[in-house]
């Protein structure tokens, strides 16, 4: 059973940029992509501005960060502009507690799953 996963990808800053797409490099060639229509973005002025959006990501593009020595996100305009992030040690460790934590639930779910299996118990005994 697969379970969504939803990322907040953004930046605060001096100016604008006008993202659409966001890469993170995770290997020597190897990419994951978030791609964002205009509106798709929220954008704000306060102490700064801050450009923001939310996508899903799929637990094997979040382990591939996870374990990516040094991911860096590059945030792109469609006029080729881009801005560039080095994940944190801080933000990497929290993808590896979401990651941990979407795997112990799978896990738990296996098992409950297996159990009813074996034991021939429906789900409306478990309701």
């Given amino acids: 059973e ?3 996963l939803m990322v907040k990808l953004g930046f605060y800053a001096s100016d604008w940029l006008f ?3 966001v890469d993170i490099k995770v290997g020597e060639n190897e990419y994951v992509t ?3 229509d205009s509106f798709d973005v929220d954008r704000n002025v306060g102490n700064g501005i801050s ?3 939310t996508d899903d990501i799929d637990i094997g593009e979040l382990e591939k960060i996870v374990n990516a020595d040094k991911p860096i996100m ?3 305009s469609d006029e080729g502009d881009t801005r560039d992030h080095e994940l ?3 933000e990497i460790a929290a993808c590896k507690a979401v990651y941990d934590v979407y795997m112990a639930r799978s896990e738990i779910v296996n098992v ?3 159990y009813k299996e074996n034991n021939r118990i429906s789900d409306v005994l478990l309701d």
Avoid: C
Wanted: hydrophobic residues 35%; proline residues 0%; negative net charge.
């Fill in 88 to 90: 944190s040690s801080d």
């Fill in 74 to 76: 590059r945030f792109k």
């Fill in 51 to 53: 450009e923001i959006a």
């Fill in 19 to 21: 993202f659409e797409d």
């Fill in 112 to 114: 409950v799953n297996q």
């Fill in 2 to 4: 697969s379970y969504g």
């Fill in 34 to 36: 978030f791609y964002f």
